[in-house]
């Protein structure tokens, strides 16, 4: 099964800083990814993504912590997640739409990458 590739998690204390990343099943096509998270018994939410017009959206529950960004080949995306909380603690998911392959629009979930706050 084609997917995403996420890495990055871990355990830190809060207040402090993780950087996930996230590199789509194929080198040669590009993606607009998108990061969502779910914690144990709740449903999977949006976190942060960038979109077709170069825009990026955020949570509210993350904006002015979490930064997305993409590398120029668009195959990869970066979550640099600062100040965190123990209630960022989740499973974070990458979802890469395809944009140059076929077939376009699909999208390509990762296993996903523990990320765990403590207080």
């Known amino acids: 099964q084609v997917q995403s590739v996420e890495s990055g998690g871990g355990s830190v204390q809060a207040g402090g800083s993780l950087r996930l990343a996230c590199v789509g099943p194929?080198?040669?096509?590009?993606?607009?990814m998108n990061w969502y998270r779910q914690a144990p018994g709740k449903e999977r939410e949006f976190v942060s993504g960038?979109?077709?017009?170069?825009?990026?959206r955020y949570a509210d529950s993350v904006k002015g912590r979490f930064t997305i960004s993409q590398d120029n080949a668009k195959n990869s995306s970066f979550l640099q997640m600062n100040s965190l909380k123990p209630e960022d603690t989740a499973m974070y998911y990458c979802?890469?739409?395809?944009?140059?392959?076929?077939?376009?629009?699909?999208?390509?979930w990762g296993q996903g990458t523990q990320v765990t706050v403590s207080s």
């Open positions: 194929r080198a040669d096509c590009e993606y607009y």
């Open positions: 979802e890469a739409i395809s944009v140059t392959c076929r077939p376009r629009g699909e999208s390509y």
């Open positions: 960038m979109f077709k017009d170069g825009s990026k």
